[in-house]
């Protein structure tokens, strides 16, 4: 058997990764330090944790999942993300957001990572590692 080339391992056509708008204030943010990367290796990105579990949706730090997926969908190099429904009228209402997406302005990005600067912690408990 040959050898592989060292050249040819670890390439990737996607990777999973979670970004909110809260990632922003993460002290090693996904969106800052993921992303480049994957652009540079041209590497696709499928985003997950958008609404990190509807966290985001309480206390009025988002408003909706028109805020959430619109932030995620809106970063430079998402190609797509993947939401978890739980009930097919959730998910009828994700499809409809997703069917709807237009790019956010950096005023709205901006205003986003306002309202999720004080709450990043309670967004990105999933990102927890020991």
């Given at each position: 058997m040959g050898e592989t080339p060292k050249t040819a391992l670890h390439r990737f056509d996607?990777?999973?990764i979670s970004l909110n708008g809260a990632d922003v204030d993460h002290p090693r943010p996904f969106a800052k330090t993921v992303l480049p990367v994957a652009r540079e290796k041209n590497v696709g990105v499928v985003a997950m944790k958008v609404p990190a579990y509807g966290?985001?949706?309480k206390n009025g730090v988002l408003d909706g999942m028109e805020q959430?997926?619109?932030y995620v969908l809106s970063l430079e190099?998402?190609?797509c993300c993947i939401i978890a429904a739980e009930?097919?009228?959730?998910?009828e209402s994700n499809f409809k957001v997703a069917q709807a997406f237009q790019s956010l302005s950096s005023e709205q990005m901006t205003a986003i990572e306002a309202r999720t600067a004080s709450?990043?912690?309670d967004n990105t408990f999933?990102?927890?590692w020991t």
């Open positions: 996607t990777t999973l966290k985001l949706f959430a997926m619109g190099g998402v190609h009930s097919v009228k959730q998910l709450a990043w912690q999933f990102r927890k």
